[in-house]
């Protein structure tokens, strides 16, 4: 009996995959962070919330001849860097739909998705509660087994 195994050339595992997990995790946390922030509008306030919320309507600024509050200004930015999020991740998944090769070699699509992830990372890190933390750390894991996985453009060629 012959034991030799016929030697089958190894397929390169995906990139695809974990880069699409990158980018639900991108669009999964604006939409948490919506359904938070919404969550907690509607949530009976505590004295000390009232109180830090009178302070920042108090507080106004006035930028390019609009004046806002503070508490305008806050959530504002909250509600667009969710939407944001949100779209960044569902154009991430659209682009590489239309394109995989966009993340099956090493582009420039990758590394930018890799690198703003860890740059949102380490503001998470630092100034953030621990879930954009943890759904960042697995997208930055994400997109970055996708670039190991990918094939160098060099090669790609």
């Known amino acids: 009996m012959n034991t030799t195994v016929a030697s089958r050339p190894l397929r390169r595992a995906d990139s695809v995959?974990?880069?699409a997990v990158g980018?639900?995790?991108?669009?999964?946390?604006g939409i948490g962070h919506l359904a938070l922030s919404a969550a907690s509008a509607t949530a009976t306030r505590t004295a000390q919330q009232r109180e830090v919320d009178?302070?920042?309507?108090?507080?106004?600024f006035t930028l390019l001849g609009l004046e806002r509050t503070l508490l305008d200004a806050f959530n504002g930015f909250s509600i667009a860097m969710a939407l944001f999020s949100i779209a960044?991740?569902?154009?991430?998944?659209?682009?590489?739909?239309?394109?995989?090769?966009?993340?099956q070699r090493r582009t420039a699509f990758g590394w930018?998705?890799?690198?703003?992830?860890?740059a949102a990372l380490a503001i998470s890190v630092l100034l953030l509660p621990?879930?954009?933390?943890?759904?960042?750390?697995?997208?930055?894991?994400?997109?970055?087994?996708?670039?190991?996985?990918?094939?160098?453009?060099?090669?790609?060629s």
């Open 54 to 60: 009178t302070a920042m309507r108090e507080s106004t």
């Open 130 to 156: 621990p879930p954009p933390i943890v759904v960042l750390t697995i997208t930055s894991c994400a997109f970055a087994l996708s670039l190991r996985r990918a094939v160098p453009a060099a090669r790609a």
């Open 23 to 29: 980018a639900y995790g991108l669009a999964f946390l």
């Open 88 to 103: 960044c991740g569902l154009l991430i998944l659209a682009a590489v739909r239309h394109s995989p090769s966009l993340v």
């Open 112 to 118: 930018i998705a890799l690198t703003t992830s860890l």
């Open 17 to 19: 995959r974990p880069f």
